[in-house]
């Protein structure tokens, strides 16, 4: 074989690794494009809020007391505000909310921010007192009796 034909073979080869490479990262962003989401705090979104404006994104936060409200003749459709380190974001959804979601609950909300708030489509929240550790105290000891000296 040639020298001329090897280098036009490399050249081929390189040339298909590069198209498949292109084809391949079209698809996967095609895909996935519409469903990639941002995971940020409260007060990450509140330092610029401007630059998260209508993308895909999960909110982290916790609910602010006496902040919760339903519209009325609209049980299902909720008004919130949740807040980090200082900041906090107003929040709106609709649908059933989990038993765990209540003032200082932590809550994960996805959805989207515009100029009103931000717009969740989903919710997840937990109960700070099922994740707190125990307190330590009597309850906490053992009952169980010191071995005896005696034999």
Aim: hydrophobic residues 40%; contains cysteine.
């Amino acid at each position: 074989m040639s020298n001329k034909a090897a280098s036009s073979r490399a050249a081929k080869i390189v040339l298909t690794g590069v198209v498949l490479a292109t084809a391949f990262g079209v698809l996967l962003y095609s895909s996935l494009g519409e469903s990639l989401q941002y995971y940020k705090y409260v007060d990450e979104v509140m330092a610029e809020p401007a630059a998260w404006h209508g993308k895909n994104m999960q909110v982290h936060g916790i609910v602010v007391r006496d902040s919760i409200a339903q519209k009325p003749n609209a049980p299902m459709e909720w008004r919130f505000d949740i807040q980090r380190n200082g900041k906090v974001l107003r929040a709106y959804y609709t649908g059933i909310v989990p038993d765990t979601f209540k003032a200082d609950s932590e809550v994960v909300l996805t959805g989207r921010l515009d100029d009103a708030g931000f717009h969740a489509t989903e919710m997840t929240a937990k109960c700070p007192s099922k994740y707190d550790a125990a307190p330590a105290g009597p309850a906490a000891q053992s009952t169980t009796p010191a071995p005896s000296g005696g034999a």
